[in-house]
Structures are given as structure tokens and as C-alpha cells.
T-cell receptor, first 109, second 114 residues
Framework: DAKTTQPPSMDCAEGRAANLPCNHS???????VYWYRQIHSQGPQYIIH???NNETNEMASLIITEDRKSSTLILPHATLRDTAVYYC??????????FGTGTSLTVIP | NAGVTQTPKFQVLKTGQSMTLQCAQD?????MSWYRQDPGMGLRLIHY???????DQGEVPNGYNVSRSTTEDFPLRLLSAAPSQTSVYFC?????????????FGQGTRLTVV
């Protein structure tokens, strides 16, 4: 599975949109982009995933560039409870999930 | 429907002791896996299973054994604990090909080896 690159940390003001970038320049055509988050030391929580098209669910939106070499996770109205480490993972269906070190997002009151 | 259940939540071992970390899921998922997370780091894959009777190694398998006799259970065994195995251990399960939501994780087992 392709490797991903994320900034180690980001801040976001409460109520504003949090935009978390991820670079996956070596992604293959059959690989999906997944986002997970880990609050404190709990088990990681699934957020969203996509292949080519932009995706939205009740938690977030995922924007994937046309060349699929990068993506952005958008939390539209960040709250203090969104403070967590966010992991971007590229994975082909049927393969395992390999986690990097993620982005530590701090939502500031 | 409890999801993924890990026991125990906390454990202290002496060097050289053995123990088994339990993981059970009630979602009829084919895939199960074990990760460890050291302070300030991401999760690293230890072992995984794509179905009952089938297991394989991940990134950091040394010092750990697994078996998968049923779909529901995937225990992780430490045969001779070492201080380097002090970590938080997470079990995960997911559907195989066609599973869209990815992996569901347990709440972790915090292991200290002294």
C-alpha cells in the first residue's frame, strides 16, 4: 500500500472548519483513502473513506484531488471534542491498515 | 452487539512471564488484527488473520504468537514478556473484500512489563 505524509500537528479555532491535508503521491488505482482518528488513547475510530470522488458523511468531508495524489479531510465546524490524532491511510481492499504517525489536531476555544 | 471486546484492560507482567491478550468480535467479520502503539507513535501491525485457521505476520511480529480457531476470537500470546513489549495493544476486525467501513477497534489493553 502507498505511503502517506501528514503534517505532525495543526490548530483550529472552535467553530471553524478544520482542513487536514494528506499526501499520497504513489497511490495506485485500486487503493482507497481512509481517515481515522484517535481521541486520547482510545481505539481508532473510522471517519470516512473514498476512491476518486469527494465524499461526505455526518462526521466529515473528504476531498480527493483529480490526480489522487493528495486529499483533504474537512471537519466543517470543529468542536473541542474533535481534538485528536487523525490518520490518513491508503489501502487496497482486502489489505491491512498500516498507520503512520498522523496529525495531532488541537481545537482551541 | 458489543463490537470488538478486549480483555484485560490493564496488565502488569514480570519479565519472562507469559500471558494471552483476548480479543472477541460479534460482527461476523472475516479479518482480525493486532496492533501495538508505543508512546507518541502510530499503530504498528503485529499479526493479522483473514479467516479462521489463517494467520500472517505484520510489521512487528517478533515475540508474539497468534491463532484463529473461530471467527469470533483472535488471541495474542506473549510467550516470554520483555520490557520492550510495554505498550498499548489494540485489536481490530473488519469485513474482507467488500467491507466498506474499514476496521473496528477495541478499546485497548495497556501492558506494562517490569
Amino acid at each position: 500500500d502507498a505511503k502517506t505524509t501528514q503534517p505532525p500537528s495543526m490548530d483550529c479555532a472552535e467553530g471553524r472548519a478544520a482542513n487536514l491535508p494528506c499526501n499520497h503521491s504513489t497511490i495506485s488505482g485500486n487503493e482507497y483513502v481512509y481517515w481515522y482518528r484517535q481521541i486520547h488513547s482510545q481505539g481508532p475510530q473510522y471517519i470516512i473513506h473514498g476512491l476518486k470522488n469527494n465524499e461526505t458523511n455526518e462526521m466529515a468531508s473528504l476531498i480527493i484531488t483529480e490526480d489522487r495524489k493528495s486529499s483533504t479531510l474537512i471537519l466543517p465546524h470543529a468542536t473541542l471534542r474533535d481534538t485528536a490524532v487523525y490518520y490518513c491511510i491508503v489501502r487496497a481492499f482486502g489489505n491491512q491498515f498500516y498507520f503512520g504517525t498522523g496529525t495531532s489536531l488541537t481545537v482551541i476555544p | 452487539n458489543a463490537g470488538v471486546t478486549q480483555t484485560p484492560k490493564f496488565q502488569v507482567l514480570k519479565t519472562g512471564q507469559s500471558m494471552t491478550l483476548q480479543c472477541a468480535q460479534d460482527m461476523n467479520h472475516e479479518y482480525m488484527s493486532w496492533y501495538r502503539q508505543d508512546p507518541g507513535m502510530g499503530l504498528r501491525l503485529i499479526h493479522y488473520s483473514v479467516g479462521a485457521g489463517i494467520t500472517d505476520q505484520g510489521e512487528v511480529p517478533n515475540g508474539y504468537n497468534v491463532s484463529r480457531s473461530t471467527t469470533e476470537d483472535f488471541p495474542l500470546r506473549l510467550l516470554s514478556a520483555a520490557p520492550s513489549q510495554t505498550s498499548v495493544y489494540f485489536c481490530a476486525s473488519s469485513l474482507g473484500v467488500g467491507g466498506s467501513r474499514g476496521a473496528f477497534f477495541g478499546q485497548g489493553t495497556r501492558l506494562t512489563v517490569v
